[in-house]
Every structure is written in structure tokens, then in C-alpha cells.
């Protein structure tokens, strides 16, 4: 029975790996330092400020552009065996194409992989988590299909230039922030607003950028260097509210996940049949010509097939999903209220607790049923958790909730590795600091370390939640020490 199990006596496997994460706009700072272009999060920052909370941006952020040696040296005081940070694409081929490589960039980035390796922690890198060089989305971003080409050889020079030091790879971060919910809001797909069209012409671009970017490093690059490349998912469990409503939760997963992949983890490729055959019969109602979800040629659809080393999978929250009502308005333009293409309502269930972001309500087990999902669609493909955390208004550095919030979902982590025997290798916490939380400015945070944005050097300051997890990763013991003085039964 459930109850027989108790967490506590379950150890995360032999060669299992614990890091932390952060991305290179949420971080760096040094907007425009020595050579660097604008992305598209500089432009929103900086000419639409009333997309974000506060009107803040990352023009300094935790200047970690110069404070890098102590993100390192907090790495190592956690006993972190790998720490995920990404390229900004903007700093490192200002043009955006490999034709000039910024000196400093390179230089940067090599300093940072090195830095990690001299202290025994493996770099885990993101190539791509959302700071289009501007330049490219004048060209149409990611609705542009020459995306595919811009990204691949973006990709090269990355492999050419740190593959014989980085050999975790992860393409695209949060396909879904980019393009499902960033095509229906604003600030994610830098201003361009097209649930529609938008949405699926950005899926599908992703898809082969990532599956080029896979090919080509299995190509010319793994027998040499021998490393691994995936792409990382964003998951909210979805979770249906009566019986009736199991079938619209499938194609809700369909629609949230099994578009980023299905194409490339499922064994027959291509787009998953259910949410494909709706938006065909959906845009043929409204009178299109062709489904707004561009089809595969049968060559896309085998470049894109097994193109993958490894499942990146982030998780935060989850949502409760239902028909929507005969007479109920889709009011809301946000994907976490409502999806329309399936007339469908998100709600959260009252009891959830909220986090300080407001998209954000705890569910600790929606990790674990998402973590079969992936088991049941894909087969025993190997699982990274590339993202968990959890948000608070950051002004204790007693972090309790933080604390809880780890504990549970390595609970999970640890049940389904134990239970349902699915093949997770790794676990990252998000985040090592705080840091801009997109267009929540800094209004919310993520940390393990504190971040003073108040002080010029940025002092990063451990939180008890940095101190549990340091505990976790040295005793492979979740529960929380009593000294941390948590009273037992408000766990
Ligand atoms: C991840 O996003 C990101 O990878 C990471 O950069 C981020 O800091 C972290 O998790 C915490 O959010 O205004 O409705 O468009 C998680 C998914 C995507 C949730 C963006 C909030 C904005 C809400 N996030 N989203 S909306």
C-alpha cells in the first residue's frame, strides 16, 4: 500500500546527480559590455517596460558577468555535481551569425566552464534559453523556418568551441514558455502576439532546431567528444477533474508537451495524432485553407525521429482541467487558464498552496504522474530533471516553504524512481540565485542564495534551503535534520 512506503528509506540510486541552474539573461547583467548585441529580452526590457512586474530588466541582474568566480565557488559549497547555466547567443555572435565571434564572450564562457571543472563540477549548458540576438527576430524569430539554419550554426560553433569540456548539452529551454505561452502573451515571444498561427509555426521550428542541432553533433562531434545532447520541458500536470474529463487531459498533455515530443521521442515520429487531427478539424471550421499546424515532409519527420540522448524535464505547478461550460466565456488569453484550441479551463484547486509568483500552486505528486507520462509515452528513455523549485518574496533567509517544497518533490522524484521504476538520472534545482524572473522583474525569487540587488558587488548569501540541499546531496537523505527546527507535523 502507499502508506508502507516511506521516503525516508529510499536513497536516490548509485551515479545519480544532483546540480543547480540558472540562465544567462536572468544572471549575467552587462547588457551591452565589450561587443555585445541586444537580444529580445533587452528590447522588451528596455521599450516596453509595463510587460514586466516591476518595469525592472537584467541590464545588471546579478552581474555575474563579473561575479562568475563566486557562482563557482557557492557551486562548490553546495557539493553540486553540476551546475546548468546558459550561452547567451547575443554575447557570443553579436551578428548573430557565425561570422564574428565576440572575443570577450568566448572568453567568458570559457573561463566559466573551466572555473567549474577545476572545482570537479561538470558544466551542463543550455544553448538557447530565450535571449534571441534582436537582430534575428527583426527576421521573424522563431516563426522565421530559416531559424532552423540560424540555430544549427549557432550550435556549431558552441560544439567547436567548448564540446571537449561540455559534454551535457541542452538545445532549447521551455519550448512551451516560447512558443505556446509566448505567442499568446507578449513578452516571451518578444512582443509578437499569434495564438493561432504563431504558436505552431514557433513548434515547429523549435522541433527541427533542435533535431538539426542533435544531428549534427551526432554526426561530426560525439565520436570525438562522447557527449550527450536533449532538449528541456516544461510540464504542469494536468489533472482532470471528473471521470469525464480524462480524455480532454490527454489531449491537454498532447498539447502542452507532446508536441515538443512526440516528433522526436515517440517511436513513429511526427506530431501526436490526437491534438494534430483537432486543430486540422479546427482550422478547417474557421474556414483556413491548411491546418495552422505546419505538417512534417516525411525527410523532417526522420531527422526529427530519435533525436535525443536524454529527456530534459522542468516542473513547478499543475492545473486542474475540465470542459469548458456551454455557457461559460474563454475570457482569458493566458495557456495557464485556458486552452483554447481544446475548450478547455485550467483551475487551480483551492487547497494547493500559492507560491509568491501568481501562475505558481504547489501539487508535489502532478511530478510524479508527469514523470510515468513520460515513461508511458516514450518508453524508458532517460530523465534529467533539468527544473524544480520554488518561488517566495525572498526576504527570509529561513526559507522553510523552500525547504518543504524541495523535500516533497524529491519525495516524488524518489517514488517514481522506486515505484514506477522510471529512469531518472539527475535533479536540478532551480535556482542557485536569485535572479530577474522574467516578467516578474524581482519581484519573486528563486534562490538557494540570496541575491542583494542593492549592493554593487551583488552578495549572494545562503538561505537555509541551500543548507538542506547541501545536507541532501551529501547524506542522500531528504528528510529535514532537526536542527533546521521545522515542527514534524507541519510536513
Ligand atoms: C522556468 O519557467 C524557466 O526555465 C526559468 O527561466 C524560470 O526562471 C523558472 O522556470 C521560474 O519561472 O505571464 O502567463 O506568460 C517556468 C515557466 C514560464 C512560468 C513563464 C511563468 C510567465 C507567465 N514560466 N511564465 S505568463
Known amino acids: 500500500a502507499e502508506g508502507a512506503w516511506c521516503a525516508s528509506e529510499l536513497k536516490f540510486p548509485p551515479g545519480f546527480k544532483f546540480g543547480a541552474a540558472t540562465s544567462a539573461y536572468q544572471i549575467e547583467g552587462a547588457?551591452?559590455?565589450?561587443?555585445?548585441?541586444?537580444?529580445?529580452?533587452?528590447?522588451?526590457?528596455?521599450?516596453?517596460?509595463?510587460?514586466?512586474?516591476?518595469?525592472?530588466?537584467?541590464?545588471?541582474?546579478?552581474?555575474?558577468?563579473?561575479?562568475?568566480?563566486?557562482?563557482?565557488?557557492?557551486?562548490?559549497?553546495?557539493?553540486?555535481?553540476?551546475?546548468?547555466?546558459?550561452?547567451?547567443?547575443?554575447?557570443?555572435?553579436?551578428?548573430?551569425?557565425?561570422?564574428?565571434?565576440?572575443?570577450?564572450?568566448?572568453?567568458?564562457?570559457?573561463?566559466?566552464?573551466?572555473?567549474?571543472?577545476?572545482?570537479?563540477?561538470?558544466?551542463?549548458?543550455?544553448?538557447?534559453?530565450?535571449?534571441?540576438?534582436?537582430?534575428?527576430?527583426?527576421?521573424?524569430?522563431?516563426?522565421?523556418?530559416?531559424?532552423?539554419?540560424?540555430?544549427?550554426?549557432?550550435?556549431?560553433v558552441l560544439y567547436k568551441l567548448y564540446g571537449d569540456r561540455v559534454k551535457t548539452w541542452i538545445t532549447i529551454n521551455e519550448p512551451f514558455s516560447m512558443c505556446t505561452l509566448g505567442y499568446a502573451m507578449v513578452a516571451f515571444s518578444a512582443g509578437v502576439t499569434d495564438q493561432d498561427v504563431g504558436t505552431y509555426l514557433c513548434i515547429k521550428n523549435v522541433v527541427m532546431a533542435h533535431s538539426k542541432a542533435w544531428r549534427l553533433y551526432d554526426r561530426d562531434f560525439r565520436n570525438k567528444f562522447g557527449g550527450r545532447v536533449g532538449i528541456a520541458n516544461q510540464l504542469f500536470y494536468l489533472k482532470p477533474a471528473t471521470k469525464e474529463d480524462e480524455e480532454i487531459a490527454s489531449l491537454g498533455h498532447e498539447f502542452f508537451y507532446g508536441l515538443y515530443s512526440h516528433p522526436m521521442y515517440s517511436k513513429e515520429g511526427g506530431w501526436p495524432a490526437g491534438i494534430e487531427r483537432v486543430i486540422e478539424q479546427n482550422s478547417k471550421k474557421a474556414g483556413f485553407a491548411r491546418s495552422r499546424l505546419p505538417p512534417f515532409t516525411d525527410e523532417e519527420k526522420e531527422i526529427a525521429r530519435g533525436a535525443y540522448d536524454f529527456y530534459g524535464f522542468n516542473y513547478y505547478s499543475s492545473r486542474i482541467i475540465r470542459r469548458r461550460g456551454d455557457e461559460e466565456d474563454l475570457l482569458a488569453r493566458s495557456p495557464f487558464k485556458n486552452i483554447r484550441e481544446l475548450n478547455a479551463i485550467l483551475e487551480v484547486d483551492p487547497t494547493w498552496k500559492k507560491s509568491s509568483s501568481f501562475w505558481f500552486y504547489v501539487y508535489p505528486p502532478g511530478m510524479r504522474k508527469l514523470l510515468s507520462w513520460v515513461k508511458d509515452q516514450y518508453g524508458d528513455v532517460e530523465i534529467v530533471i533539468t527544473e524544480n523549485g520554488y518561488s517566495s518574496t525572498g526576504t527570509e533567509l529561513n526559507d522553510i516553504d523552500r525547504i518543504k517544497y524541495y523535500r516533497d518533490h524529491?519525495?516524488?522524484?524518489?517514488?517514481?524512481?522506486?515505484?514506477?521504476?522510471?529512469?531518472?538520472?539527475?535533479?536540478?534545482?532551480?535556482?542557485?540565485?536569485?535572479?530577474?524572473?522574467?516578467?516578474?522583474?524581482?519581484?519573486?525569487?528563486?534562490?538557494?542564495?540570496?541575491?542583494?540587488?542593492?549592493?554593487?558587488?551583488?552578495?549572494?548569501?545562503?538561505?537555509?534551503?541551500?543548507?538542506?540541499?547541501?545536507?541532501?546531496?551529501?547524506?542522500?537523505?531528504i528528510e529535514i535534520p532537526k536542527s533546521f527546527n521545522i515542527i514534524s507535523d507541519e510536513l
Open 410 to 477: 524529491l519525495e516524488q522524484v524518489l517514488l517514481a524512481i522506486h515505484k514506477d521504476k522510471v529512469n531518472i538520472t539527475g535533479y536540478t534545482a532551480w535556482s542557485l540565485i536569485d535572479n530577474f524572473e522574467w516578467n516578474e522583474g524581482y519581484s519573486t525569487k528563486f534562490g538557494l542564495y540570496e541575491v542583494n540587488f542593492n549592493d554593487p558587488k551583488r552578495t549572494r548569501t545562503a538561505r537555509d534551503s541551500a543548507k538542506y540541499y547541501k545536507n541532501v546531496i551529501k547524506t542522500n537523505d
Open 31 to 156: 547588457w551591452n559590455a565589450s561587443g555585445k548585441s541586444p537580444s529580445t529580452w533587452d528590447t522588451i526590457t528596455h521599450t516596453r517596460p509595463h510587460h514586466i512586474i516591476d518595469q525592472s530588466s537584467g541590464d545588471i541582474a546579478c552581474d555575474s558577468y563579473n561575479q562568475w568566480k563566486e557562482d563557482i565557488k557557492i557551486a562548490s559549497d553546495l557539493g553540486l555535481d553540476f551546475y546548468r547555466f546558459s550561452i547567451s547567443w547575443p554575447r557570443l555572435l553579436p551578428t548573430g551569425f557565425p561570422d564574428a565571434i565576440n572575443e570577450d564572450g568566448r572568453r567568458y564562457y570559457d573561463n566559466l566552464i573551466n572555473g567549474l571543472l577545476e572545482m570537479g563540477i561538470e558544466p551542463m549548458v543550455t544553448m538557447y534559453h530565450w535571449d534571441l540576438p534582436q537582430r534575428l527576430q527583426n527576421l521573424g524569430g522563431w516563426a522565421n523556418p530559416k531559424v532552423v539554419e540560424w540555430f544549427e550554426d549557432y550550435a556549431r
